[in-house]
């Protein structure tokens, strides 16, 4: 049974930086996409941002350049480095994995971006 979890949401001023973590844990394939996702209230589920078991990586436009997706091969671990805040950015951030044409889903961490 693969199990996500994420950590690292809270409560942060605009300007400020977070860094979120996503352990993996069960069978973890060694190819395979790992990634964000967030939802604000009242909106569709949104594409953050993915990085590729071999280390490519994409964004949605409204990050790029402030957010940073990496990971840990090793670890089955994935982090979002957020910085520059913007209240925009407030939402519940989901952890993604994507292996063998299964995908799968943290819980979700609260990030809340105050101005």
């Known amino acids: 049974q693969v199990q996500l979890v994420e950590s690292g949401g809270g409560l942060v001023q605009a300007g400020g930086s977070l860094r979120l973590s996503c352990l993996a844990s069960?069978?973890?394939?060694?190819?395979?996409?790992m990634g964000w996702y967030r939802q604000a209230p009242g909106k569709e589920r949104e594409f953050v941002a993915i990085i590729r078991s071999a280390g490519s990586t994409n964004y949605v436009d409204s990050v790029r350049g402030r957010f940073t997706v990496s990971r840990d091969n090793d670890k089955n671990t994935v982090y979002l480095q957020m910085n520059s805040l913007k209240p925009e950015d407030t939402a519940v951030y989901y952890c993604y994995l994507s292996m063998r044409g299964s995908e799968y889903w943290g819980q979700g961490t609260q990030v809340t971006v105050s101005s």
């Open positions: 069960g069978r973890i394939w060694g190819f395979n996409v």
